[in-house]
Nanobody, 119 residues
C-alpha cells in the first residue's frame, strides 16, 4: 500500500516563506512524476509545480517564487515557497505517479496540508 504524507503547512504573513514536504512510502518500484497541486475554497484543484526526470514545471502564478525539489533516493518532494501572497492560500496536495506494481503506474495523492497567508 502506497502512502503520500505531507508536512509543513501553516499560517504565515504575506512576504514570508514556508516549505512543504512530502514522502512516499510503501511498495514503490519507481516514480515518474512528483508534484504539488492546490485547491482554494470554491476553486478547482490546480497544478502548482511538478518534476519529472529532472525537468520542472511551474504554474505562471508561482514562477520565481516557488521551487520544487525532489530526492529520488528518499522518494520525497519538497516545495519551497517564498514571497507568499494571500492568493496562495489553499490546501496543498502532494501527487505522485508511481509504479506500485511492476509495469503499472498509478496516481496517488496525499491528504493535503493547509497553507494560509495573511495580508
Amino acid at each position: 500500500q502506497v502512502q503520500l504524507v505531507e508536512s509543513g503547512g501553516g499560517l504565515v504573513q504575506a512576504g514570508g516563506s514556508l516549505r512543504l514536504s512530502c514522502a512516499a512510502s510503501g511498495t514503490i518500484f519507481s516514480i515518474s512524476v512528483m508534484g504539488w497541486y492546490r485547491q482554494a475554497p470554491g476553486k478547482q484543484r490546480e497544478l502548482v509545480a511538478d518534476i519529472s526526470g529532472g525537468y520542472t514545471n511551474y504554474a505562471d502564478s508561482v514562477k520565481g517564487r516557488f521551487t520544487i525539489l525532489r530526492d529520488n533516493a528518499k522518494n520525497t518532494v519538497d516545495l519551497q515557497m517564498n514571497s507568499l501572497k494571500p492568493e496562495d492560500t489553499a490546501v496543498y496536495f502532494c501527487f505522485a505517479n508511481l509504479e506500485s506494481k511492476p509495469g503499472y503506474f498509478f496516481g496517488y495523492w496525499g491528504q493535503g496540508t493547509q497553507v494560509t497567508v495573511s495580508s
